[in-house]
């Protein structure tokens, strides 16, 4: 056993006990049923991980209205009736004592025209491509409703067994959409000044503190910035912090960054910053100064190392990594265990400057990863980059 920060239990101020600081960070797996049902191939997906050791795994987002899904075959639950399913679900992952938690999402614009083609946001602000139609404005009485959605999803969560709920707050979805003055333009009380576009996040809030007690974790992901001119700031996103820390979250996960401008899977980032790992590393120091809400930061870590290190900084209390848990699910035991100290995931260049500056095929190929432990077979690192380029776009790769 090491004796490294990441390897200690920690205790989350509603006193529930986690066994270690080392979290799976959401992905959206894309293996559930049709429908939005927990699958086999997802019992079989978390029960791996469940096995990995991490203290806590948050499932891929989840989603509250199945006629706006952010991808094919994402987990659904807008009611109670697949909750025998996500008891199932919570079961097999937590047999060794790992908390799951469940991601909740709207995806807003951010939802591809194959799947949605009237789309809603806080305005109708498109996304500037063709592969997503054109949004409209939420009626007031719409945003009451998807509200009280996050709220009964999280009430399924707790129902389940599962041990905790998060927001998903981050990377340009309905949330993010409402925070950001770049795509909310409203004139009512959800639109206008920080506190009008916080209000959405901190209304879901409490919508789901007063499903789900006061002593179940519930937690948000949120943008450190989104990136982009105009859109919501680092400076915002420490006043929603704030807020956040005020109205009593128990855990705030940092990650930046919107399908548009994929900082969160380092598409925006500096050199040097790759080199020390963790993303938004420097917007966690000035966030620990301003609150006590226990911290997570996601994003780039890669080494036992660069992980340690930042958790002994105090800066931080959790750890969170996405990619490396698609090819090394056992990421969190071989850390703690010391059998394995660097859990480095391909580059996924195929050469063509237009295809890897956008970094279109981190998701897909990642995605692909968890397919096939969802079927049983270990995750496979060399994976042809292009065999998912064509799966992805039904295009030939091109000739160079
Ligand atoms: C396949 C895939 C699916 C993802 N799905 C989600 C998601 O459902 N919710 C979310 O908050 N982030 C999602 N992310 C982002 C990751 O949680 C994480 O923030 C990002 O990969 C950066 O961490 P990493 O450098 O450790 O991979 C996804 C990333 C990938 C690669």
Redesign the pocket.
Known sequence: MSDHQFSKSYTLPCGVQVKNRIAK?????GIAEPEGRPSEALFNLYERWGQGGAGIL????VMVDKDHL?NANVMIAEDESFLDHYKTLADRTQKDGTHLWM?I?HPGRQSPIYLDKAPVSASDVGMPSRMYAQPRPLEESEIEDLIERYGTAALVAKKSGMKGAQI?G??GYLVSQFLSPLTNKRTDKWGGSLENRARFVLEIYKSMRSKVGSEFPLGI?INSADFQRGAFTEEESMEVIQMLDEAGMDLI?V?GGTYERAA???TMQKESTKMREA?FMDFIVKVRALIKTPLML?????SAQAMNEALASGSLDFV???????VFPNVANDLISGAQDAFH?PDLITGVDKIDMTGML??????FQ?ARMGKGLDPDPDMDVWMVYEKITGKKRPVV
């Open positions: 960070s959401a992905l959206s797996e948050f499932t891929g987002n952010v991601q999402n998903h981050a990377h992901k996960e990650s969160m899977v380092g993303y996601t994003g780039g870590f890669r969170g990594m996405g990619r490396p848990f698609c995931v981190q998701t897909p190929w990642h995605m968890l």
